[in-house]
């Protein structure tokens, strides 16, 4: 099993910067794709980044020129600096690693921006 803890969240004013961390631990031999995904009450999950083993990333147009998706591959770690924050990205935030093709998910740290 792989566990992932997100951190980081919280609340910030339009215009300022959050930092997302989240770390996986347990049964882990190598993590291939790491991710950030986000989910409003009610709406389906949507992709906001995602980066791969040797540093490949993707971003959704919404995002893209804001946020920066990195990973440190000695802890396990994957990040997401959010800048630029506008109040449509308050929701819940949701880590991914995908291990050995199966898919593992955080329970999710909810960032909010105020206007």
């Known amino acids: 099993q792989v566990q992932l803890v997100e951190s980081g969240g919280g609340l910030v004013q339009s215009g300022g910067s959050l930092r997302l961390s989240c770390a996986a631990s347990?049964?882990?031999?190598?993590?291939?794709?790491m991710g950030w995904y986000r989910q409003a009450p009610g709406k389906k999950r949507e992709l906001v980044a995602i980066i791969s083993s040797d540093g490949y990333t993707y971003y959704a147009d919404s995002v893209k020129g804001r946020f920066t998706i990195s990973r440190d591959n000695a802890k396990n770690t994957v990040y997401l600096q959010m800048n630029s924050l506008k109040p449509e990205d308050t929701t819940v935030y949701i880590c991914s690693a995908r291990v050995k093709d199966v898919d593992y998910w955080g329970k999710g740290i909810l960032v909010t921006v105020s206007s």
């Open positions: 347990g049964s882990i031999f190598s993590i291939n794709n």
